[in-house]
């Protein structure tokens, strides 16, 4: 089920950057961009803030094998990343 909201763009701004980008690349914007500006007082900048710490972070595993391990259990989710 997805949020009308969520789906169209929150505000008036959201939705022109969603067909501008549409227009320009031929694809649609990628829901988690949609889901992160959605609310994002509430969701999206505490939500940023979390995976940007992960990403980037202490960590002992180097940033590019972070992002690596991302995309690749995204590409099994089949969920473009």
Sequence with gaps: MRLKNVERGESL???LL???VRV?????MPDVVRTVMYRKQWFGKPMSRLTHDLMRGPSEWP???RELFAA?????NQCPF
């Design 72 to 76: 690749f259990v995204s590409r099994i």
């Design 24 to 28: 320009l690349s031929g694809h649609r």
């Design 13 to 15: 701004p959201h939705r």
């Design 18 to 20: 969603f067909f501008v």
């Design 63 to 65: 940033t590019g094998e």
